[in-house]
């Protein structure tokens, strides 16, 4: 399964390779899931079995 990158991004798929940065834009199914908060900090930690990525979300205090 992919993800899609935010719209800001033109909806471009998410490959196989990871992100080169750690502020990549948020994929649309974790916007969605999530009431974003602006300075939050996307970290993108692999991903699982399934080719799903798995991210988490570092909140700026």
Do not use: C
């Not at 969605?32 to 700026?60: A, C, F, P, Q, R």
């Amino acid at each position: 399964m992919t993800l899609k990158f935010a719209e800001t991004t033109t909806a471009k798929r998410v490959s196989k390779q990871r992100p080169k940065s750690l502020l990549a834009p948020i994929p649309a199914r974790v916007r969605d899931y999530l009431e974003i908060e602006h300075g939050s900090k996307i970290i993108w930690t692999g991903e699982n079995k399934n080719g799903e990525k798995i991210v988490k979300i570092k909140k700026s205090e």
